[in-house]
């Protein structure tokens, strides 16, 4: 299509070329034909403004970027190609195509995160700026406090065209008034999980206009029927380190990973419609994992499988292609930056601060910490265990305030009988795998503090609490992480059992 349309407009051009010359020389030896040449002219164009018209309108004087903000669900990190390669700790499963053609044309972050490994938190502090708690959306299944602004607020009110397709998972309405597009819903149909054609349509519609899209994906989130399963191999794929090593668990993973392709194809299609209608250089094009997968140490957690995302941003106009950056980021940020990359004034009463200059010099650093939280109360089957996290680019130091409780989810409900991950690893350590009984217990039962050196145990699996030189990284650390709290208005274990009063959509029975 835009072959033909370039051809189409050089002819067009040429000729349009043609007929000014030919209309000087008429004029100039016979006035009489005049009237019949400026009728060519005319035509010509209008042909050249039906040609352009059709294929890409022009703005008549915002040239804003548009935005699309593609949202993954329960992805590792470690799962999108162009990161898997990156690291040789990595499992090396990935194939991601598209998102990796993205990368090469865009930045990519190595240390972006999110503050919680649960969908709605995670979704309402990108949309927000604001951390959970002081949002009032900590649990999972939350409500934002009346009166929170979100994305749909600021940028609405500088013009744009704001939609959703896909996954909401947010509330309340009020809070979030998206435009709501697409579908919402996880099944093995359609050729996307979120409506590909209502988003080429929205795009098509917004061409002279900016526009902010949020497409959230729901792979890969469970359970894993999308996808082609004949990509992986059950035999040949690669367990990821931190994890166990059984029959069930490699078939779990080529679904999981069936998806994580699936996932990839539907960035594809994205791109093609930001292609189609020439929107491609004038959209800053941003993916990103949400959160960890459905999978122990990963979701649920303050682990870097869970709260470690992939951030990849693309924006042809000013963002160098094929580079890094290494800053520490959260998904906070991402609101008063998009602010700022298009001209606005980020506001102050939001907790993330914009990472414009880090986009345009990747050298520069931006935050020393990076914070966790994570309340269990709500979710399905859970128990109180409330945990909180810091890391900087060395340490990570997690405090499990309720400890002396077990960690509880609907994936710990099956240890016993043998069901689920959880079981099925219990079982491999009845069969006497004695690291399948360790890991299945160090899910259930943590203590008070761990501290991890990320850089020489990126999967976090030995805590060095106790270990020489752990009581300095802990003083350094932790004033931190205690004021960060206090700024939230984060009562730790008393936040966790108010987390009923938060939602309207309990898991729990609270009092």
């Known amino acids: 299509m835009l072959h033909n349309f370039s051809r189409n407009l050089s002819l067009i051009i040429a000729a349009l070329f043609c007929a000014i010359a030919l209309t000087s020389v008429v004029n100039a030896n016979n006035t009489d034909d005049t009237s019949a040449n400026s009728d060519i002219l005319a035509e010509l164009k209008s042909s050249l403004k039906s040609v352009i018209g059709k294929n890409k309108p022009i703005r008549s004087s915002d040239n804003r970027p548009n935005i699309v903000l593609f949202l993954a669900d329960d992805t590792n990190w470690f799962d999108i190609g162009v990161y898997d390669r990156l690291y040789n700790y990595t499992p090396k499963n990935a194939i991601t195509p598209n998102i990796d053609a993205l990368a090469k044309e865009g930045m990519i972050f190595t240390s972006a995160f999110t503050s919680t490994a649960m969908c709605s938190p995670t979704r309402q502090q990108l949309y927000t700026g604001i951390y959970p708690v002081k949002s009032g959306a900590y649990p999972n299944h939350g409500d934002a406090y009346e009166g929170t602004k979100s994305l749909v607020h600021y940028f609405e009110d500088k013009g744009y065209q704001v939609a959703l397709a896909g996954k909401g998972h947010i509330a309340p309405r009020s809070v979030y008034p998206f435009k709501k597009i697409g579908v919402e819903a996880k099944d093995d149909s359609g050729a996307s999980t979120f409506g590909i054609e209502a988003v080429s349509d929205f795009i098509e519609d917004n061409q002279d206009k900016p526009f902010f899209l949020v497409i959230a994906s729901h792979n890969t989130h469970g359970p894993w029927t999308r996808g082609d399963r004949s990509k992986y191999s059950a035999e040949d794929i690669n367990v990821p380190s931190f994890m166990v090593d059984t029959p069930q668990f490699r078939n779990d993973l080529v679904r999981y990973y069936a998806e994580i392709s699936d996932l990839d194809h539907e960035v594809g299609l994205v791109n093609l419609a930001l292609e189609k209608y020439n929107q491609k250089d004038e959209t800053i094009f941003i993916f990103t994992s949400e959160h960890g997968a459905g999978m122990p140490f990963a979701k649920f957690t303050t682990y870097d499988a869970g709260l470690k995302v992939a951030f990849i941003m693309r924006w042809p106009q000013s963002i160098v292609a094929n580079t890094k950056s290494d800053s520490l980021i ?158 939230q208005g984060d009562k730790g274990a008393q936040t966790e059992l108010e987390a009923c009063n938060h939602t309207t959509a309990s898991y729990k029975s609270c009092p």
């Open 330 to 487: 959260q998904y906070v940020d991402v609101v008063p930056t998009l602010i700022e990359l298009i001209g606005g004034e980020a506001p102050i009463n939001i907790d993330g601060r914009s990472f414009k200059n880090t986009i345009y010099d990747p050298k520069l650093s931006h935050r020393d910490f990076v914070f966790g939280v994570h309340t269990t109360r709500n979710i399905r089957g859970g128990s109180d265990y409330p945990i909180r996290s810091i890391r900087n680019k060395n340490h990570k130091l997690i405090l499990n305030l309720m400890h002396e409780n077990e960690f509880a989810n609907s994936g710990t409900k099956g240890i016993k009988l043998g069901r689920g991950m959880l079981g099925d690893w219990y079982k491999a350590g009845l069969a006497g795998d004695k690291r399948a009984l360790e890991k299945v217990a160090r899910v259930t039962k943590r203590p008070q503090m761990e501290l991890y050196d990320v850089l020489k145990d990126p999967f976090e699996e030995y805590n060095i609490i106790g270990k020489p030189g752990s009581k300095k990284i802990v003083g350094e650390l932790l004033p931190s992480l205690i004021a960060w709290m206090d700024d």
